[in-house]
T-cell receptor, first 113, second 116 residues
């Protein structure tokens, strides 16, 4: 069964460093998403992406964040200069169409020291 | 405003007890979807159910059942004869799309502890 994959599963970085979180969505999906979950809290929407551009972003998604689909398979989230409060689990999701079910990846746990 | 409320922060039960997790949502959309996800200690989000706002029929899947009531904006989840493996955090979510693109709004989750 096709699934969304994410790498790495756990990333540790120093404050101020840049990180790139990688996702491989399901191959025929066209809509991509990133969500964030700070430890012990709820899952929060960050950004949605379609046709090589951002379709919607939340207040959390400030200038430190960017997303990209560098090739036909990967979908990345870049945090330019990490802060302690960026420590969280980051989930990638994809869907086949605009109103379709979103399939989640297993998440990347980011720890900023 | 789009919002999901899970008032129960944590529930503890003994194995074989039935347990109901509450979910109340707010939306002005006439068409929307509701979800339940399970998050075990390993951290991944496990999809349980997706329900269209036009379909108010209750659903049963094995030991799981869902009660959707539009009149009270609730989408409650019941586990019958709970097992230790059911211990997890359960999230209710609402799919909304102001711009035409959908996103999920999650509740704060209910931690279920099932003891032997």
């Amino acid at each position: 069964e096709p699934e969304v994959t994410q790498t790495p599963s756990h990333q540790v970085t120093q404050m101020g460093q840049e990180v790139i979180l990688r996702c491989v969505p399901i191959s025929n999906h066209l809509y991509f998403y990133w969500y964030r979950q700070i430890l012990g809290q709820k899952v929060e929407f960050l950004v949605s992406f379609y046709n090589n551009e951002i379709s919607e972003k939340s207040e959390i998604f400030d200038d430190q964040f960017s997303v990209e689909r560098p090739d036909g398979s990967n979908f990345t989230l870049k945090i330019r200069s990490t802060k302690l409060e960026d420590s969280a689990m980051y989930f990638c999701a994809s869907s086949a169409d605009r109103a379709g079910e979103q399939f989640f990846g297993p998440g990347t746990r980011l720890t900023v020291l | 405003a789009q919002k999901v409320t899970q008032a129960q922060t944590e529930i503890s039960v003994v194995e074989k007890e039935d347990v109901t997790l509450d979910c109340v949502y707010e939306t002005r959309d006439t068409t929307y979807y509701l979800f339940w996800y399970k998050q075990p200690p390993s951290g991944e989000l496990v999809f349980l159910i997706r329900r269209n706002s036009f379909d108010e029929q209750n659903e049963i899947s094995g030991r799981y059942s869902w009660n959707f009531q539009k009149s009270t904006s609730s989408f409650n989840f019941t586990i019958t004869a709970s097992q230790v493996v059911d211990s997890a955090v359960y999230f209710c979510a609402l799919e909304v799309g102001n711009t035409g693109f959908q996103k999920l709004v999650f509740g704060t989750g209910t931690r279920l502890l099932v003891s032997p």
